[in-house]
């Protein structure tokens, strides 16, 4: 039998912002997002965005576009990532993400979308069930609604974000970068 183990935030000012948003239900959805993204993006180890920046992960988006199936997909992706010898967090996010939007016309839209969208949800995980029956959400349904809630307004952020014809390496850096100021709260 095994065990998990929650791999919290890191205790800094910029999480407790975020995490501030998690037993106070007055805070917007938009401003935990916000919170939560900026913190994220500023920390010195584990910075999202800059994970999430590498060729690698436009490297996994563009397999959509290549695979006949989600197996093929699925096995592409890992091959990628062996090859590339970049194994992370972000890939494993970029690997989810690209099996959601198999088969899409709008790939590269659709990727982008999932791919923030599950890093919201991941980065919401590490610290919302320490929150559970604190104020915002009272059981663990309300956290899944509250996560999901976040998730999708993430979602819907990028959404919102040109997205560039091709995955180069530096569009797709500069493309991060535009969608991060975005859920940060830029424009």
Known sequence: MGTSVNQ????????KAAQAGYRDPSIPINRVTTEI?????????????????????????????????????????????????????????????????????????????????EATAYLVSRDLPGYVGLGRVHNVEEAARFKLSLSQHAADVVARVDVPREFTESSWASHVKKVVSHLRGGR
């Open 8 to 15: 919290s935030s890191p205790h800094t000012l910029n999480w």
């Open 37 to 117: 993204w900026r913190a994220a993006s500023n920390q010195p180890a584990g910075n999202l965005e800059q994970l999430l920046a590498h060729p690698i992960i436009a490297q996994i988006g563009a397999l959509v576009e290549r695979s006949s199936s989600s197996l093929d997909l699925s096995r592409k992706s890992a091959l990628e990532i062996a090859r590339s010898k970049h194994s992370s967090l972000a890939t494993e996010i970029a690997r989810r993400a690209c099996l959601q939007v198999a088969g899409t016309k709008d790939w590269r839209r659709d990727f982008t979308v999932r791919l923030f969208a």
